[in-house]
DNA sequence: AATAATTATTGATAATTATCAATTTTGCTT
DNA sequence: AAGCAAAATTGATAATTATCAATAATTATT
């Protein structure tokens, strides 16, 4: 009896998911056959450079963020598998718009801009795929810069707890490779006053904190928060 | 000999935009049967509210925003003809996740999302230039996004204006039906702000302002105001 | 053209957030 | 386990922006 190793399970379920999206087996061949594996923090893409390749996150973590000219980063986006990174970019001024970085040990997929492209073309359902996709993105976005153009800081960085628990990580508990620095970017504040605002909420009893994982005790009350503005 | 009115014209180009997306004649009967008219400063479509349509504006000009509970709205894009809104919801919870009002008096094509969608699904040229739109919605929005979250006042006004001037009405020359809190909500700042650093650049002869319109003078100086941070 | 309503402007002040510097804690490497 | 590097924390201060209030200018309405 043969025992699947992580891998090959892995591989299943990127098939599976690749399936879903409507892409039948020459095409899931096609768009899975090169993988880069890349180490913690290496840059998956650099924001303005030639843009490639579509990528599909086969495991780890990644964060996409906008890179400013002050070392200061705006994270829009984490991504899990399988998610497809980089199709705001297949069509455009064929640059990378965003920096996309990898916070563990993370497997991508590349797909040629040009190969992604021409499966689109020649398959209704997964262009529908994509498009569902794409519509995603720009809510995410949405609610990015509805939390950080209108909010102070308290709103701001429990939008950003509710996203990482809610959308990203779908527990209670904020996986510790998410650091507050992190958390800074994707709120659009200084990492310091993250720092202070975390303090609030646990002595408020909204979160607890061992070392750098956080766990939310009480969801209504960051929501009530967020809101209040 | 038949002089066209107006109206007639902006079928025409509207009716030769639909073409160049790949719609057929059908198509262009379905998409545009349904026009409505809208005064200035009413709603084409309000945050939250079931998302029946997408629009295709016909004539006149909208802005977009994301609306926060304080009244403190905050403009993502305008729009001028032909532009489709409401891309974000054609799939997806089914709300409007954004509010869009009228600048002025505005023509909008309300097309069924359902039959929107059936024409991407039957249609693969038509897809592929949806897919375009949503690339560059994407990019717009990361611009925004990096420049509200990282930058100074000066900087994100310069960011507006630049926006203003080069992608919206692709003149040196904004249109006085921008206001100066449209300018505020674009950039994510207060009203008051917004005329303090415009006092300033009059006084750097970067624009000129003549009542509500404001003109530019030196593009490369508000350039280097934007990346300067 | 007169009046009302909206928008723009200005100054003063308060509130918020960033920055800087110093210290502690944590995680990683050997 | 020791030592080093990175990340987190804390306090003090400076910088930036929002808010409030009052007035002026512009636009819309009758």
Same mark, same amino acid.
């Given at each position: 009896m043969k025992i699947f190793s992580p891998d090959d399970e892995n591989n299943k379920k990127l098939v599976d998911f690749l399936k879903k999206l409507g892409l039948n087996s020459p095409e899931i061949k096609i768009v899975t056959s090169t993988e880069i594996e890349f180490k913690k923090g290496e840059n998956v893409c650099k924001q303005g450079s030639f843009a490639s390749y579509i990528m599909i996150l086969k495991e780890g973590w990644l964060k996409s963020y906008i890179e400013n000219i002050h070392f200061k980063n705006t994270i829009f986006k984490i991504t899990k598998p399988f998610s497809i990174i980089g199709l705001s970019c297949? #069509?455009?001024?064929?640059? #990378?718009?965003f920096g996309c970085q990898a916070l563990m040990p993370s497997k991508v997929c590349l797909v040629e801009r040009t190969v992604f492209d021409n499966i689109i073309k020649g398959n209704n359902k997964f262009a529908s795929e994509i498009i569902k996709m794409y519509s995603n993105s720009l809510q995410n976005l949405y609610d990015r810069l509805n939390s950080i153009s209108n909010k102070q800081s308290l709103s701001k960085v429990c939008d950003s707890l509710i996203y990482l628990s &809610?959308?990203?990580? &779908?527990?209670?508990t904020i996986s510790p490779i998410i650091t507050r620095r992190d958390i800074a970017e994707l709120s659009g504040l200084a990492t310091e006053n993250i720092v202070r605002v975390l303090a609030e909420l646990k002595t408020a009893n909204a979160i607890a904190i061992d070392k750098k994982e956080i766990t939310i005790l009480d969801m209504d009350m960051l929501k009530r928060f967020s809101c209040f503005g």
């Open positions: 297949l #069509y455009g001024d064929n640059h #990378y718009h &809610e959308k990203i990580f &779908e527990s209670d």
